[in-house]
Every structure is written in structure tokens, then in C-alpha cells.
């Protein structure tokens, strides 16, 4: 909506460029890792996702790394296009398919 | 693709007022969900449900209630709206559980209480 990002960290980057976001984790026993782009207006639309038995997933234009040992996790978006511009989420799960922690999110702002 | 349905995208009651919030689904998906989402706060689990008529609660479900009757739709009850409870309300659902799949959101609806 209008006024989730409101207290957000911001990414600017250059149309084509690649962006990073990332996101720390908490708990060391999530297994099961996804990514959300959110646009003004919209609600969570699923991006990628990633279990923990791997540490890297590639999508078209978007790749996922999972660092475990530090409990981090990051999402890549190759040649940044102004449909991009959104707020980011990650969210960490349990083995049980329900018990979703979300971050907070971080948004992306594409410079033309 | 899946479809989540709410049946608001904005809505304005009153203090007090029995407020209804509507969420359908067209992937028979076992799991449903309604979460709240607040400034700097994130998304935040009121209830759940895994099943026709069961329900569990989530992290805040004080003042909310649900219903699940049938498998494809997932009500939220404010039973008595109060002024904290404005926010935007998003519905998921996702697929059995121990599944490790993602959920899938509706469009939210931003309700105000006056």
C-alpha cells in the first residue's frame, strides 16, 4: 500500500544496472527462504525462493544466495529496469509451511 | 496462476461496528491467512487456518476473529473495530503444510475506523 515504506531503507540504482538487497535472518532453523516484490497499491507478489540445503538459485533476471553460516541472505536483480521499483521482502519459514517471519522490507528506486 | 481475492481494496467503518473482511482463493489451497501490514512494523500473522473449520491463532489476534466454511474462502471478523485496528489487511494462502511452498497474497484491503 500507499504507506508501507514509509520508514524503509532505500536502494537507488541506475536503469540497467544490478541491484542487491539484502536481508539478515534470525533464526538459524529456518529452512525455507522467499523473496517478495511489493508495488504501491499491490500486495506481495512471489519472486523466488530457496530451501536450505542449497545456497544459490537463479531465476530469470533474479538469483538468490544463502549464507547460512552468518544467516544472511540476498537477492540479485540483473539489469535493473524502472519495473523493478518496489518495496522487497524476505521472509524465513519453518519446515511446517506456515510459520512465515517477514523483514521489513527494503525499497527499490530505479534512476532513469 | 493463483488468484487471491479480497473482496475490498478500501473500506471505512466506525468505532464499534462489526467489520467483515473477505478473502477467496481459486488453487484449493489447503492453508489460509490474514495478516496485517503497518509502517515499519511489517507483515504480522493474526490467524490461520489449515483446514475447513480449524483456525489458529497467530501473533496478534487479539479483537479478530475468523471463519473458514468452506475451503476456498477465509473470513476475518473485527469483532468490535477500534482505531488501532486500521491498517492494510492482507490475505494468502498457500498449499498443504510441510509443503515448503510460498504464499500467495491478495491486493490487501486498507481499512480505516473512524
Known amino acids: 500500500g500507499e504507506s508501507v515504506g514509509l520508514h524503509l531503507p532505500t536502494l537507488s540504482v541506475q536503469e540497467g544496472d544490478n541491484s542487491i538487497i539484502n536481508c539478515a535472518y534470525s533464526?538459524?532453523?529456518?529452512?525455507?527462504f522467499i523473496w517478495y516484490k511489493q508495488e504501491s497499491g499491490k500486495g506481495p507478489q512471489f519472486i523466488i525462493d530457496?530451501?536450505?540445503?542449497?545456497d544459490k538459485r537463479q531465476g530469470q533476471r533474479v538469483t538468490v544466495l544463502l549464507n547460512k553460516t552468518v544467516k544472511h541472505l540476498s537477492l540479485q536483480i540483473a539489469a535493473t529496469q524502472p519495473g523493478d521499483s518496489a518495496v522487497y521482502f524476505c521472509a524465513e519459514g519453518d519446515n511446517y509451511g506456515q510459520n512465515f517471519v517477514f523483514g521489513p522490507g527494503t525499497r527499490l528506486s530505479v534512476l532513469p | 496462476d493463483v488468484k487471491v481475492t479480497q473482496s475490498s481494496r478500501y473500506l471505512v467503518k466506525r468505532t464499534g461496528e462489526k467489520v467483515f473482511l473477505e478473502c477467496v482463493q481459486d488453487?484449493?489451497?489447503?492453508?489460509m491467512f490474514w495478516y496485517r501490514q503497518d509502517p515499519g512494523l511489517g507483515l504480522r500473522l493474526i490467524y490461520f487456518s489449515y483446514d475447513v473449520k480449524m483456525k489458529e491463532k497467530g501473533d496478534i489476534p487479539e479483537g479478530y476473529s475468523v471463519s473458514r466454511e468452506k475451503k476456498e474462502r477465509f473470513s476475518l471478523i473485527l469483532e468490535s473495530a477500534s482505531t488501532n485496528q486500521t491498517s492494510m489487511y492482507l490475505c494468502?494462502?498457500?498449499?498443504?503444510?510441510?509443503?515448503?511452498?510460498?504464499?500467495?497474497f491478495g491486493d490487501g484491503t486498507r481499512l480505516s475506523i473512524l
Open positions: 494468502a494462502s498457500s498449499w498443504e503444510l510441510y509443503s515448503n511452498q510460498p504464499q500467495h
Open positions: 530457496i530451501r536450505s540445503n542449497m
Open positions: 488453487m484449493d489451497h489447503e492453508n
Open positions: 533464526n538459524s532453523a529456518s529452512d525455507y
